[in-house]
Structure formats: structure tokens, C-alpha cells
């Protein structure tokens, strides 16, 4: 599958650690999926965008950083709302191109309030009966 360029390319402003930075496969944006999973239960939370500030700043805050796309600028999950994000592991999957962050949640993780983003939209599909079990 074919999602697009992507840049191997780190910011040269960056804070983040060179050895970190040259793992990540950016999009054209320079940024890469965040995968957020409540630490108890394992569900996941919600997807986020982070480029290489917003991944320093989770690393060495605590806190899970996020870019925004629409806004152009930085947030921090549960600043305005009070539903924080409290990061327990930070893992780069197999390709760079996509982190997974543990944390453990306090309050709901959706903006809309839902518990997580993946609450209130479930799509039908055939579920299918094969695989080890």
C-alpha cells in the first residue's frame, strides 16, 4: 500500500534526540500517527499527529503533545478539558512511520466525551470465524 511520499528528513530546529529523529518516516508534513492506548484496559484512546517537537515534548514531559493540523499549533492532551493523558511508554512501530503511547487516561479521551474516539461509530463487517485462537 501506497500512502504517499514520506521524508526521512528530521527538523533541523529540532530538540528531538538525532538517534530518535533518524528512526522516523515523516508524511509530506513531517509529521507521523500517534496510537493512544489506556495503559489499563488497553483500549485505544484516540489518533493524534505529532512531528518531532510534539514527540520530544511527550518524551520528556510525561504528557502526551500533539500537533494540530487545523490549527497550526501544539497541544497537550487535557490541557483545556482536564482529561489528561499521563504517558507510561512511548513504542515506534516496525516502519517509523507510526508511535504508539500508553498512558493512562484520566477522564474521557474524546472531545466529543465519549470514553474514547473509537465509541460511537461502528461500522458493520463480516466478522469472520478463521485464525488461531
Known amino acids: 500500500m501506497n500512502n504517499g511520499p514520506v ?21 509530506p508534513a513531517g509529521l507521523v500517527a500517534a496510537v493512544v492506548q489506556e495503559e489499563r484496559t488497553r483500549d485505544v484512546l484516540m489518533v493524534g499527529w505529532m512531528d518531532d517537537e510534539a514527540l520530544h515534548r511527550t518524551l520528556t514531559t510525561g504528557r502526551s503533545t500533539f500537533w494540530s493540523r487545523s490549527r497550526k499549533e501544539y497541544w497537550v492532551k487535557g490541557e483545556t478539558s482536564g482529561h489528561r493523558q499521563w504517558v507510561r511508554e512511548v513504542r515506534l512501530d516496525c516502519d517509523g512511520d507510526t508511535l504508539l503511547v500508553t498512558v493512562r487516561q484520566d477522564g474521557a479521551a474524546c472531545h466529543t466525551g465519549d470514553r474514547t474516539c473509537f465509541d460511537a461509530r461502528r461500522l458493520p463487517a463480516v466478522v469472520a470465524a478463521g485464525g488461531r485462537r
Open 7 to 27: 521524508t526521512d528528513q528530521p527538523d533541523p530546529e529540532s530538540r528531538l534526540d538525532p538517534e530518535i529523529a533518524a528512526l522516523l518516516r515523516r508524511d
